[in-house]
């Protein structure tokens, strides 16, 4: 839970910017279905919105550099709405399949295509800095490192037998 609060504590823009990817998705993939007719169980459709979402991202982490927008300067509202239009800008050229499986992933590819573009272009900040977490992990080794120099100090004075073995085998 540390980690979590340090992490989201020391990128405070990343989560709301990629609330407002998965936003745009779901945006994107509710219009198109609804301009198309297309009805599916809402569980497909959530599973589609987040799956997306995830691809989208983890291709601009993976595959991008930039300096990311200080986030005061990042309009929020005009990025959702270029992925949508760019999204349905996509879709409509295309034929969506009556197999809604086959749609979906049309749909899914579409859009990942028009957000990855904007979002590259806006240099929206997704991207976690690790380096307090890190710290936190190198604070800890090290303490550690001193806890067991303590404790071997204290068995040598003592005489506990820390590192003696606590079965012994009978001789026969």
Avoid at 43 to 64: F, G, P, R, W, Y
Avoid at 142 to 150: D, P
């Amino acid at each position: 839970m540390l980690l979590g609060f340090v992490l989201n504590s020391s990128n405070p823009a990343v989560s709301p910017n990629k609330a407002m990817i998965r936003n745009a998705v779901e945006l994107s993939f509710n219009k198109t279905l609804v301009k198309n007719s297309i009805t599916l169980p809402a569980k497909i459709v959530e599973k589609a919105i987040n799956k997306t979402t995830s691809e989208v991202i983890d291709s601009i982490v993976q595959t991008t550099t930039y300096v990311a927008t200080p986030q005061n300067e990042v309009n929020t509202t005009m990025i959702n709405n270029d992925i949508v239009n760019g999204s349905m800008s996509k879709i409509s050229s295309l034929q969506l399949s009556s197999n809604p499986d086959v749609a979906i992933n049309t749909i899914a590819t579409s859009i990942k295509d028009a957000s990855f573009g904007v979002i590259a272009k806006n240099k929206i900040n997704i991207r976690y800095n690790y380096e307090n977490d890190i710290l936190i992990f190198v604070v800890l080794g090290i303490l550690s490192v001193l806890l067991a120099v303590l404790l071997k100090l204290e068995d040598k004075k003592k005489g506990y037998g820390l590192e003696l073995p606590n079965i012994e085998k009978t001789a026969e």
